[in-house]
């Protein structure tokens, strides 16, 4: 089995996304990690559902698959990063961030994609442990029913410095949602150090919705290009390729857009000759 990778659009910000999809296939790409952002397929826009029809149609024009990714950091608002998320003090902010995850569900059926990646949010001061996975469940629950309902993976993502930062808390939620799919970032895991890449993609194999790869430094959450940090490649790609994952494997690198015309076709470039035979 090939492994089959993609690229997320949150590297290539400075450029418009058709642009952006077509580079992605020029370079061998066999999908795209869309960041959903006020320029990319903005899906607060009134007409999101044509601009989201008119992307399936490129995609599938260019050969490429999707997964849909929500970590825009001020597409909600525009003062504070990332917010309003499922664990903001107020009621009506997680209402808010439940109805875009909710959307990006609506375009990911569109799309055909792969899964839906979202994350949990960075508890405000003041707000309580118990009081945060409170919220955290109710709005999972809601996600999950519309996914169903769309018929897509929704794929939590542990991310460094949120609610739920390693692989061990996202198995406690799956323990309580069983529907939950897991979105492996793989640098996380030498960030956390909770748990080696590799055995992370075996350990979850069968409830992986979608993986990221990039490289990364031991304790340190910078996505950095391929050979710039302590990422063991080889071992990762074996593990997925050992595993039969099938679906893709998005590169992240959220800093390199202002060189993503190299940065794209140098990932997939790297990935290829360390993929394994």
């Known amino acids: 089995m090939t492994l089959r990778y993609a690229y997320n659009t949150n590297g290539a910000a400075n450029h418009r996304l058709d642009d952006a999809l077509r580079l992605i ?27 989201a029809e008119r992307i399936g149609r490129l995609l599938g024009d260019l050969g490429l698959g999707a997964i849909v990714e929500t970590g825009a950091r001020f597409l909600l608002d525009p003062r504070a990063k ?32 792969d899964a839906v990646s979202f994350w949990a949010g960075v508890p405000q001061p003041g707000v309580g442990h118990e009081e945060a996975m409170h919220w955290l469940h109710e709005g999972l629950e809601r996600v ?6 769309a018929g897509i993976d929704a794929a939590f993502e542990p991310e460094p410095g949120m609610l739920i930062e390693t692989c061990g808390e996202w198995e406690a939620l799956h323990d309580r949602h069983p529907r939950l799919k897991l979105a492996l970032d793989t640098g996380h895991c030498l960030v956390s ?42 071992s990762v790609l074996a593990a997925l390729h050992e595993t039969g994952f099938d679906r893709l494997v998005s590169v992240e690198l ?9 940065a794209i076709p140098d990932s997939i470039a790297y990935l290829e000759q360390h993929a394994p035979v």
């Open 82 to 113: 990332h917010e309003p998320t499922l664990i903001s003090p107020e009621a009506d902010g997680r209402a808010r961030r439940i109805q875009f995850l909710c959307r990006a569900l609506d375009i990911g059926a569109i799309w055909q994609a």
């Open 254 to 262: 959220s800093r390199e857009s202002p060189q993503a015309h190299r």
């Open 193 to 234: 150090q909770d748990i080696d890449p590799a055995f992370a993609v075996r350990r979850y194999a069968d409830h992986l919705g979608t993986v990221a790869i990039e490289d990364m430094k031991i304790g340190v959450h910078v996505h950095l290009p391929f050979g710039e940090g302590d990422m063991d490649v080889p």
């Open 25 to 51: 296939a020029d370079s061998g790409y066999q999908g795209a990690a869309i960041t959903l952002d006020h320029h990319h397929c903005d899906p607060l826009a009134p007409d999101w559902r044509q601009e």
């Open 144 to 149: 999950l029913d519309h996914a169903q309902l």
